[in-house]
Nanobody
């Protein structure tokens, strides 16, 4: 079992930055693929960025060049650095984990990010 706790959300003006953190329980964190998803108002939850156990990263097109996902295995933590935030980045952001391939099995409770004009 893996438990995930997100932090770092808040209110920021457009063009600003936030860093989200996701702390994971468990001793085998470094074996898990990690990802960030978001659910914008009135929309389905969507993939934002992922980082495999190997360190390879993947981003959805709308955040490429603005967001950076990283992990610190010594701290069992994954981060999402969000720069040049836009109004459309407003959403609840969720951290997720999976072991192997397929769907993400473990989810955090979410953290709200609100971008204002």
């Amino acid at each position: 079992q893996v438990q995930l706790v997100e932090s770092g959300g808040g209110l920021v003006q457009a063009g600003g930055s936030l860093r989200l953190s996701c702390a994971a329980s468990g001793r085998t964190f470094n074996n898990y693929d990690m990802a960030w998803f978001r659910r914008a108002p009135g929309k389905e939850r969507a993939f934002v960025a992922g980082i495999k156990w190997s360190g390879n990263t993947l981003y959805t097109d709308s955040v490429k060049g603005r967001f950076t996902i990283s992990r610190d295995n010594s701290k069992n933590t994954v981060y999402l650095q969000m720069n040049r935030l836009k109004l459309e980045d407003t959403a609840v952001y969720y951290c997720a984990a999976r072991y192997g391939v397929g769907q993400y099995d473990y989810w955090g409770q979410g953290t709200q990010v609100t971008v204002s004009s």
